[in-house]
């Protein structure tokens, strides 16, 4: 088997004993792997060239964090760069238009637009407690319909009762006239597909659209077509009104490449992917999760973003101009014990940050746990703005009303309060130490007793 990115990478960077920038040269050669890996992972090609000319403009002259290889920096700009890239944040189905809003689904056959429409409908009138009519206007497949119609039942999800012999723009005329007159919020029209595009459908395709007006024209497509792929949603984009895009079975060993692909070509987010054949089996789309999957890159985003954070310049900057003025507060602190919290404990944080190891043992000695640090971000919690903001109004009766809010001892709020002020004071020791020991000294502030 082909070993995987990070490992390719790390080869081409274990040259270089120098850090600082990345050089136009490594990152080239960097890239020739990215682009296997893309290749691999079944992006299409034209798709391939364009993410890496742009992940190329991006990757020059870039930083090298420190405690982290240039190679892993290359794979977390890559892996960014493919998040933006499969559309960034998770969207939801579009049902804001007078009831009944009407999703069309259309793909090719076989690629899930039967099961996806259930799933869906599922989703739709269990949690969103929606009102959902389905319909089918597939008659050419023997049974189509009452497959939908089986589905129905085993939701409870009511479909259109079948009519023998209707033509599909008879079918959602009668959908849509039940749908208005008995008061549904939605209604599914699952269409027929095809084994190839071809033109005779298409035309049916565009008038159920100009018919129906549908809130959502969602694409279904197979994640294991691959190249395939980008023609299929090609066709469709040019013919209709595609708003939204369903990856069926991603439970297959695809990886991935075709959502990149569909995303590009057609420009429509990616909503859904469909994990199983079971109503159950359909999940919110997350661009990271088939991010990884195409770079099939383990840890490696993840030890980058945790060491980013640690030593992420912008917060140091703006924490060094808070410590200047005076200003460091409660609230401040709150958000250095969330940052704890986020790259996964404190455990983890020793392993990664060597300033941080070689506090272990003061660590050790000052009983400072994960539980410690969420005991002390409760107690920030249950105090008001104001005494966050100026923490030297906390009187004892105050202090006693925190204790009480955050389920803790006086004893617990007099310690937190001990360490603010400390870290205070040791934060404004740190101002010369520059940009980056800043955000770690204020952590280890945390360690001393
Ligand atoms: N493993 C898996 N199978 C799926 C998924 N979605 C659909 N299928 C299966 O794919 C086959 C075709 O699905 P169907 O909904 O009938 O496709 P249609 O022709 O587009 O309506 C069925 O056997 C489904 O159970 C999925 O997300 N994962
Ligand atoms: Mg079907």
Redesign the pocket.
Known sequence: MFENLSDRLTGIFNRLKKRGALREEDVTAALREVRIALLEADVALPVVKDLVSQIREKAIGQEVLQSVTPGQMVIKIVHDHLVEALGGDTQDLNLNTTPPAVIMMV??????????TAKLARLLTGKSRKKVLMASTDIYRPA?RE?LATLGKQISVETLPIIEHEKPLEIIKRAHEKARLEGFDVLFV?TA?RLHIDKELMTELESLESFLKPAEIML?ADAMTGQDAVTVAGHFKDRLNLTGITL?????DARGGAALSMRSVTGCPIKFV????QVD?LEVFHPERIAGRILDMGDVVSLVEKAAETIDQEEAEALSKKMQSGTFTLEDMEKQLLQVGKMGGLGSLMGMLPGIGRMKDKINEAGLDDKMVSRQIAIIRSMTHQERRNAKILNASRRRRIAMGSGTTVQDVNKLLKQFTEMSRVMKQMKKLGKKGLARQGLGALFRK
């Not at 793909?107 to 899930?112: A, I, P, T």
């Open positions: 793909g090719l056959q076989g690629s899930g637009k039967t099961t996806t189509a497959q699952d597909g279904v069926t079975r991603i439970d297959g469909g994990v199983g054949e089996q």
